[in-house]
C-alpha cells in the first residue's frame, strides 16, 4: 500500500478513487492532482513508479488542506459559531439539523436512536 498525507491508499484501484480515501480529496481534487502530475488514463497505484507517488505526494501537500489540518479547521470553525452563539451554533450544541431540514420526522442520523416519553397516552373524548 502507497502512503501519502499519513493515509494507506488501497494498490488494487485506480488511481482517483484511490486518493478519495483522504480526508479533504474527492472527486475533482483527485482528477486535478492527476493532471498535475500527468498522469493519463488513470492507472491502478500498483503500476505508478515511485517517482509518480513522490509527486502526488507534493502536489497534494504542497495545493490542498487535508487530514489532520483539514479536520482541525473545520472543528475551530464549528468552535467558533458555538463561541459567538450563532444560530448555527446553537444547532451544533444541540445535536441538530443545521440547514432548515425538518426535525419532527427525520434527522435520526444527527439526534440518535429514538427516545420513548413514558406516559404519553392520547384521550378519546367519550360521548
Do not use: F, W
Not at 473545520?74 to 426535525?103: A, E, F, K, M
Not at 440518535?112 to 397516552?121: E, F, I
Amino acid at each position: 500500500m502507497a502512503i501519502i498525507a499519513g493515509v494507506n491508499i488501497p494498490d488494487n484501484k485506480r488511481l482517483e478513487v484511490s486518493l478519495r480515501r483522504i480526508y479533504g480529496v474527492g472527486p475533482v481534487v483527485a482528477a486535478q492532482v492527476a493532471q498535475t502530475v500527468g498522469i493519463e488514463d488513470n492507472p491502478r497505484v500498483r503500476e505508478l513508479t515511485p517517482e509518480q507517488l513522490s509527486r502526488i505526494r507534493e502536489v497534494i501537500d504542497r495545493n490542498h488542506t487535508v487530514e489532520g489540518d483539514l479536520r482541525r479547521e473545520v472543528q475551530g470553525n464549528i468552535r467558533r459559531l458555538i463561541d459567538i452563539g450563532s444560530y448555527r451554533g446553537l444547532r451544533h450544541r444541540r445535536s441538530l439539523p443545521l440547514r432548515g431540514q425538518r426535525t419532527r420526522t427525520n434527522a435520526r442520523t444527527k439526534r440518535g436512536p429514538r427516545k420513548t416519553v413514558a406516559g404519553r397516552r392520547r384521550t378519546v373524548a367519550r360521548k
